[in-house]
C-alpha cells in the first residue's frame, strides 16, 4: 500500500507540473521567486521528467516484485499452483497500479495543477538530488538518441489567453505600460472586426458630384482636410472614382475645366462584411489608401481608410487636420458624456458592464436609442433603460450626436419598478 501511494505521489506529480501554463509558471514565479524550487525544477523540464519517471518505475518495479514473492510463498503454503497465483498477482497488481497509482492521482492532479506541484516540489527535489548520477546518466543517453535520430529541439507554441494572461501580468508588475497593453490586445481582436465596424459611415462621407467645379472642390478639400474624395455621379450609390487632392495642383486658375470624372482614380469597392486584417493586405496589395465600402443590395454603406484600420491597433490618429473631439468624457460625478455612433461591445467595455446588448439591427448606442424610441429623439429627451437614463444631448439632421448616461439612484430603479 505504501508503494502505490509512492506512485500515486511520482504519477500525479508529472501531471501536475506538466500541465502548468506559461502564465501559471509566471504567477509562480511572481509569489515565489527566481530562487523558488519550483521556479528552478521547471527551468529545466527535460531533467523533472527523468526524475519523476525513475522514481515512478523504481516503486512500480518494487511493488510488482514484492507482490510476486508475497504470491509465491502464499501458493507455497496453501499448496495452491504457483502459476494461477501469478496470473492473478499480474491482473490485480497491474489494475491496482492503473487506478490507484495512475489514473487517479493524474486525474485529481490535472485539476489542482497548482497546488499540487507547489507541494511536490520539495520532495521531488530532494529524490533529484539523491537519484542525480542516475538523472544524469538518462539525459545523456536522451540527448545521444536525440542526435543520432537527428530529432531537433521541440518549438514551443503558446495559445492566445496565455499570452493575454502574460500581458496583464506584465502590466501588474509594470513592465507594461496601458498603451502597450491596448495595442496587443488589439492585435489578437483585429482579425474578428468587420470593415463596417471601423468604416466611415456613409452620413459621413466626404464625397463631391462629378459636375461640381473645381474651385468648389478645392474649397471643400481645404475646409474638411482631406487628400482622397470620392467622385459619384447624380447620387453617393454611383461612385465612379477617388479624387485626390495632389491631381487638382495643375488645374488651379484655369479658365477651361477638366470634369472629375477624367481627373478622379478609379475606385476600389469592398463588401461591409470583409474582415479588416484582409482589408490592410488588400490595401498593400493594391497600394492604395481608401476603399468604398459596399452594402449587400450595391448601395454605398461608407468609406475605409488605412488610417481607419491602423486606428483598430494604435488608437486614434491625430493630424493636422483633425479636431479633437473624445468619442467619450467621463465627469467626476460618474456621468458619462458619448457620441452616439459608439459601438455597444466598446461602451459596455469603457463602464465595465453589459448594460447594452447589440441587437439584430443595430451595433451603436445611436441604433439602440432608435429601437427603443421608435422615432427620432429630440434634443433633451430622456430614456430610461435598464439601470441607466440616457439623455439625448444634441440631435442633427434627424442624427443622435452626444448622448449622457448616468445611472439611476436606487429610488428611481423603485419607481421604474
Not at 134 to 151: D, M, R
Not at 321 to 333: A, G, I
Not at 377 to 393: A, D, F, H, Q, W
Request: glycine share 6%.
Amino acid at each position: 500500500m505504501i508503494l502505490l501511494v509512492i506512485s500515486a505521489f511520482f504519477s500525479g506529480s508529472e501531471t501536475a507540473f506538466f500541465s502548468l501554463s506559461r502564465a501559471d509558471v509566471e504567477s509562480i514565479r511572481k509569489k515565489s521567486g527566481e530562487k523558488g524550487i519550483l521556479v528552478r525544477l521547471l527551468e529545466r523540464p527535460k531533467r523533472l521528467l527523468i526524475t519523476i519517471l525513475t522514481g515512478n518505475t523504481i516503486v512500480n518495479i518494487a511493488a510488482a516484485s514484492l507482490a510476486a514473492v508475497l504470491v509465491r510463498d502464499i501458493c507455497i503454503r496453501v499448496n495452491f499452483p504457483q502459476i494461477v497465483g501469478l496470473i492473478l498477482q499480474i491482473a490485480v497488481v497491474s489494475f491496482l497500479i492503473l487506478l490507484l497509482g495512475e489514473i487517479t492521482p493524474k486525474f485529481i492532479a490535472l485539476k489542482n495543477a497548482i497546488a499540487v506541484s507547489q507541494k511536490a516540489s520539495m520532495p521531488i527535489r530532494g529524490f533529484q538530488l539523491l537519484v542525480n548520477p542516475l538523472v544524469s546518466l538518462f539525459a545523456w543517453i536522451t540527448n545521444l538518441v536525440s542526435n543520432v535520430l537527428g530529432i531537433g529541439k521541440k518549438r514551443l507554441f503558446i495559445s492566445e489567453d496565455e499570452i493575454k494572461t502574460l500581458v496583464e501580468v506584465g502590466q501588474e508588475r509594470g513592465e507594461l505600460e496601458d498603451e502597450e497593453k491596448e495595442m496587443i490586445t488589439s492585435i489578437f481582436e483585429f482579425s474578428g472586426t468587420a470593415i463596417r465596424e471601423v468604416m466611415v459611415p456613409r452620413i459621413d462621407m466626404v464625397a463631391v458630384d462629378e459636375n461640381t467645379p473645381i474651385e468648389e472642390v478645392i474649397s471643400l478639400i481645404q475646409e474638411k482636410g482631406h487628400s482622397r474624395i470620392p467622385v459619384y455621379r447624380e447620387r453617393i450609390d454611383n461612385i465612379i472614382g477617388i479624387l485626390y487632392a495632389k491631381d487638382l495642383l495643375p488645374h488651379m486658375g484655369r479658365h477651361q475645366e477638366e470634369k472629375l470624372n477624367k481627373l478622379a482614380r478609379e475606385a476600389h469597392f469592398v463588401p461591409e462584411s470583409k474582415m479588416i486584417d484582409e482589408m490592410l493586405r488588400e490595401f498593400q496589395q493594391e497600394k492604395v489608401h481608401m476603399a468604398i465600402v459596399v452594402d449587400e443590395y450595391g448601395g454605398t454603406a461608407g468609406l475605409v481608410t488605412l488610417e481607419d484600420i491602423l486606428e483598430e491597433i494604435v488608437g486614434e490618429i491625430q493630424d493636422e487636420y483633425d479636431t479633437e473631439l473624445p468619442l467619450w468624457e467621463k465627469s467626476e460625478d460618474g456621468i458619462l458624456e458619448v457620441e452616439a455612433k459608439i459601438s455597444l461591445d466598446e461602451l459596455n467595455e469603457i463602464m465595465e458592464d453589459d448594460a447594452f446588448p447589440t441587437g439584430e439591427d443595430y451595433e451603436t448606442l445611436g441604433g439602440l436609442i432608435f429601437h427603443s424610441t421608435g422615432n427620432v429623439p429630440e434634443s433633451g429627451e430622456t430614456i430610461e433603460y435598464g439601470n441607466y437614463r440616457l439623455t439625448v444631448k444634441e440631435v442633427t439632421n434627424r442624427r443622435v450626436g452626444r448622448v449622457q448616461i448616468a445611472r439611476l439612484s436606487p429610488t428611481d430603479e423603485e419607481s421604474q419598478e
